[in-house]
């Protein structure tokens, strides 16, 4: 073979030197950082990935943030009426003329209109199919009767509760976390793996002495790496902005992200294990990850669904992820507490990963 | 190893290979002498991706044998991929990485090799190392693919239609630093259908058609084996007068006539005795002259009488 061995050029004169051996040379930290660049350079990628759930948590948190009990507007027409009401701390009264306060009434400027009646009476003109008009209703007739005597045979007092963990805010963190986890690796694995099966850049990959599993092993460094910043990202803002409770273990918490993004990159890669295309990819991943959108209780409870369903929205991996990351945050739940739904997790990895491995073509 | 002389870098035997509905590769056969520049080269379709393909291991033969650097790769891959250089035809490097950040991608699979930066030098790409691959020319493009196939300090090189679709001018760049691997005594195969090309880089050269080898050897063999020295066109009259043709095949020093689109093409043996004498049969039928062109016989022509199709039929 010294015949063939022999055919040496200029270049590898200076090339003798035995390979560079240093960390960021292993053909793994290549591909990973490969993977790393890519997804930093697209700036669109960014966007969907660190932005979007921020304005979504912090517009659906404003939205729906509590707010103090609200005080109703009412009207009246006479002097001793408004006097009578005024001792209602959550009405607002106001004294106007008859066809200002009708105009008012009718343009839903007030929700209550008390007007004096024949012989003493009290006329209330309201929308009853409006939740505010019969609630200043009953505040108005309690105001009214107990200027005129009314004695309450029981006393009562309040209690407000007002507390973390309860709020709509708190409901849709671990659910955004849950979702962003989700897109985020089935995006990734998915559109960088078509692009290069597209590119022919897989070919060419194969067409090197690269290890063929370290080509994907990077997926999964890379999407480890990026998930320490997505989670701390939409976590942190939650923690700290809109004070959602942490109630679980916090390396807890961390070992479900890790599980429910292998899960989700387990899917995302058999989505892309044939895909020639970035449409194709792209409508296939919307058909796989729209339905649990909606119904694995991302923006509301998957248990408004009919009990049929019930059985099958608990095996959609989306559902287990939320289930399990929401019982770590607000109920502090441990580990084994959440077992059925890392079970269910584990059996989606389970079933896609050897499968893809099975199906993927590079080419 | 066989013990031929010379040495052989690549043989082929009885290599078949059918898609659904066309035999790409039938029965072919290809030897490849160390340190030789080979060319594949044919029409769109011939059967050149498919077979340097099979060589490069990519796609698996329906049959027949592929013997490389002594190896074969159903047993020794891992071995054949640190040696070999491959470039694809329309691979799309990724575009957000940096033409450095590629080299290093692609240099960190092979146990040795130059660094990143002679690689750079060599294809000279220098000046682009931090720019990004998608801002590059359709030229430097390629020759960033041609640096990572270098990576590895390759004894074998298969470029495949290195030079389509780009100008000129890069075109000529690329050349040079092909024949600058040829000189570095590099086995290289090439596929092609650009004949200047194969005439200018390569040492030999298999015209395929139709999945076969028709016609082998070095450009001046092939060309002196159509017996053709040299190729004159020309067209005559202006419309009213129809050009006889028969004549023409008489004439002294000419070998074949064919028309085509309007001009006829003379392939002729002894230029200067055909050109005069078909000045003067033109002088005859009284006919005008209008466009006159000679060229040496080429690849082009050689293909063109093999097969009576030209290369680039689109």
């Given amino acids: ?363 | 190893m066989p013990h031929t002389s010379p040495p052989l870098a690549l043989r082929v035997r009885n290599l078949r290979k059918a898609y659904k509905d066309v035999v790409a590769v039938d029965g072919l056969e290809l030897e490849v002498r160390v340190g030789e520049c080979f060319g594949l080269l044919g029409p769109n379709g011939a059967g050149k991706t498919t077979t340097i393909e099979i060589c490069e291991g990519l796609t698996a033969a329906d049959s027949g044998d592929v013997e490389l650097l002594g190896m074969r790769w159903k047993s020794h891959a891992a071995a054949l991929r640190q040696r070999l250089g491959i470039q694809l035809q329309e691979t799309q490097l990724g575009d957000k990485l940096t033409v450095l950040e590629t080299i290093r991608l692609f240099r960190s699979f092979f146990h040795r090799g130059p660094a990143a930066a002679e690689v750079l030098a060599l294809v000279q790409l220098e000046e682009k190392s931090h720019a990004r691959v998608g801002t590059l020319s359709g030229g430097q493009k390629q020759r960033l693919a041609l640096a990572c196939a270098l990576v590895g300090d390759p004894e074998f090189l298969f470029l495949d239609e290195p030079t389509t679709g780009l100008d000129p001018q890069a075109r000529r760049q690329l050349w040079d630093l092909i024949e600058q691997f040829k000189l570095a005594g590099r086995t290289i195969l090439l596929t092609t259908h650009y004949m200047d090309e194969a005439e200018r880089l390569c040492d030999r050269v298999a015209i395929m058609d139709h999945g076969k080898v028709i016609s082998l050897g070095t450009p001046r063999e092939l060309i002196s084996s159509i017996g053709v020295e040299h190729v004159v066109e020309f067209s005559a009259g202006g419309g009213a007068r129809v050009l006889e043709v028969p004549p023409l095949r008489a004439l002294e020093g000419v070998r074949d006539v064919r028309t085509e689109n309007g001009n006829v093409l003379m392939q002729v043996t002894a230029l200067h005795r055909a050109v005069p004498a078909l000045l003067e049969e033109l002088d005859r039928q009284s006919l005008p002259l209008t466009e006159l062109r000679t060229h040496s016989a080429s690849l082009e022509d050689v293909f063109v009488t093999l097969t009576g199709r030209h290369l680039r039929d689109e």
């Fill in chain 1, 1 to 363: 073979m010294s015949d063939v061995t022999a055919t040496i050029g200029p270049i590898d004169t200076t090339a003798k030197s035995p390979r560079q051996t240093t960390f960021a040379d292993h053909p793994l930290v290549q591909l990973t950082l490969t993977n790393l660049r890519g997804f930093w350079r697209e700036p669109e990628a960014l966007f969907w990935v660190f932005i979007f759930p921020i304005l979504l948590a912090g517009g659906l948190g404003l939205a729906f943030r509590n707010r103090p009990a609200e005080v109703l507007k009412i009207a009246t027409v006479s002097p001793q009426l408004e006097s009578a009401l005024r001792n209602e701390k959550l009405l607002d009264v106001k004294q106007l003329s008859v066809p200002a306060a009708e105009e008012a009434l009718r343009t839903g400027k007030v929700a209550l209109l008390a007007m004096p009646g024949p012989d003493g009476t009290v006329v209330y003109r309201y929308d009853n199919t409006n939740p505010e008009g019969r609630t200043a209703r009953m505040l108005a007739d309690g105001a009214v009767e107990r200027a005129a005597g009314r004695a309450d045979p029981v006393a009562s007092t309040d209690r407000l509760m007002r507390e973390p963990g309860s709020r709509y805010i708190d409901f849709l963190v671990p659910g955004l976390l849950g979702m962003n986890l989700m897109g985020s690796a089935i995006w990734s694995m998915g559109f960088a793996i078509v692009d290069a099966r597209r590119r022919k850049l897989m070919k060419r990959l194969v067409a090197t002495p690269m290890p063929k599993p370290y080509y994907l092993l990077a997926f999964l460094f890379s999407r480890l790496l990026m998930l320490v910043i997505e989670v701390s990202v939409l976590v942190g803002f939650g923690a700290f902005i809109f004070k959602v409770p942490m109630r679980g273990s916090l390396p807890e918490l961390a070992l479900l992200c890790i599980v429910t993004s292998l899960s989700f990159g387990s899917l995302g890669l058999l989505i892309s294990s044939r895909v020639q295309t970035i449409e194709a990819a792209s409508g296939l991943m919307n058909l796989v990850m729209m339905p649990m959108w909606i119904v694995s209780g991302v923006f509301f409870s998957a248990q408004r669904f009919p009990d049929a369903l019930q059985p099958v929205i608990k095996a959609l991996p989306l559902t287990a992820a939320i289930d399990a990351l929401r019982a770590n945050m607000l109920q502090g739940a441990s580990l084994a507490q959440v077992s059925p739904e890392l079970a269910v997790l584990g059996g989606w990895m389970l079933l896609c990963f050897p499968l893809a491995l099975r199906l993927f073509r590079w080419r």
